[in-house]
């Protein structure tokens, strides 16, 4: 069973900073396509990054340049930087893993999920 625990989601106000954490098993971090999803209030779910095994990520073209995913495969953590944050960054955030490497870029995982999630984390970005 692979579980997948996020943390560090709050509220900023607009231009502030958060980092989000995903902690997993060892094997999942290092091996598989990681990703942060993200639902807004109302709206469906969304990639915003992924990283594979190599370390190559992609990002949803709302965040690039605002946002980096990174992971340490020593502490089986995934990382979510979001700088410049605005209020349409509001949602709840969701870590996700698949052990499929292939087509590991947003825009193919948005199209055809992930196989585990986790919980989610609330981000709530105000003026």
């Known amino acids: 069973q692979v579980q997948l625990v996020e943390s560090g989601g709050g509220s900023v106000q607009a231009g502030g900073s958060l980092r989000l954490s995903c902690s997993g098993s060892?094997?999942?971090?290092?091996?598989?396509?990681m990703a942060w999803f993200r639902q807004a209030p109302g709206q469906g779910r969304e990639g915003v990054a992924t990283i594979d095994m190599d370390d190559k990520s992609t990002y949803a073209d709302s965040v690039k340049g605002r946002f980096t995913i990174s992971k340490d495969n020593g502490n089986n953590t995934l990382y979510l930087q979001m700088n410049s944050l605005k209020p349409e960054d509001t949602a709840m955030y969701y870590c996700?893993?698949?052990?499929?490497?292939?087509?590991?870029?947003?825009?193919?995982?948005?199209?055809?999920?992930?196989?585990?999630w986790g919980n989610g984390t609330a981000v709530t970005i105000s003026l």
């Open positions: 060892v094997y999942t971090i290092s091996t598989a396509c």
């Open positions: 996700a893993a698949d052990p499929g490497l292939e087509f590991c870029t947003v825009a193919v995982r948005t199209a055809y999920g992930m196989a585990y």
